[in-house]
């Protein structure tokens, strides 16, 4: 993921400015998803009818490529749909479920799935060109300063704290056996990418040309 990114973030940075009238300050970094689940799963199999919430349209395609049944719902809303029996697992970042108490109605973390995600934080061009230049210096610094502390937590500190807090809470940690991820990774280069192509435009349009030229 990291390695994309140091391949199209000047690319991007001028996309979304341009697109936005915004100057682009830094991309903050969001840590990998886990399973929190019901049930082990450990093995390709274990996914058929896996009813699971997923958080975008790449995932229900990875998930239906699985054989389970992805649905999205609010966020507040997962505790109650697990309590119920609506849904098996739901995917999330480890700090993000036990903030929640997820580990309250899952037995199960599973992962980290490796993918890192990211937002940009930005400023409106017409503000940040009237700062002084001094200004636009420090918060230039401030910013680059900002992104490393969130790459680092990110990759690193994050993560392992998410599964300490639900593991210290009773839940038992699972990594993604080698099978899953095999399966995960054909499931994304036969079903997720052709769907994100057909979703964008094709493979004529501009972003699809840039994703064979600087990224497959």
């Known amino acids: 993921s990291l390695k994309v990114l140091n391949t199209v973030r000047v690319e991007l940075r001028r996309i979304v400015a341009e ?30 009818s896996l009813r699971v919430r997923v958080t975008g349209t790449a995932w229900a395609d990875l998930m239906r490529a699985m054989g ?19 849904m098996d697992a739901a995917i999330n970042c480890g700090t993000c479920g036990g903030s929640q108490s997820w580990y309250q109605v899952t037995d199960y973390l599973i992962g ?7 937002t940009w934080l930005s400023m409106n061009r017409v503000v940040w060109n009237a700062l002084p230049a001094k200004i636009q210096e420090v918060v230039r610094e401030e910013a680059t300063r900002h992104q490393q502390i969130s790459l680092r937590l990110a990759t690193n500190d994050r993560l392992k704290q998410g599964i300490q807090q639900n593991v210290n809470n009773g839940m038992k ?10 399966a995960f990774r054909k499931a994304a280069i036969d079903t ?14 501009p972003v699809v040309r840039f994703f064979n030229e600087q990224v497959a």
């Open 19 to 48: 697109r936005t009238g915004g100057v682009i300050l830094l991309e903050n970094y969001y840590t990998e998803n886990m399973f929190f689940s019901v049930k082990p799963l450990t093995k390709p199999e274990d996914f058929r």
């Open 68 to 86: 389970a049944e992805p649905f999205t719902s609010n966020f507040s809303d997962v505790p109650t749909a697990f309590e119920r029996g609506i």
């Open 112 to 118: 980290p799935v490796p993918s890192i995600a990211f």
């Open 173 to 182: 940690h699972l990594g993604l056996s080698p099978e899953i991820q095999a």
């Open 192 to 205: 997720v990418l052709p769907a994100w192509v057909k979703r964008v435009g094709g493979p004529s349009t």
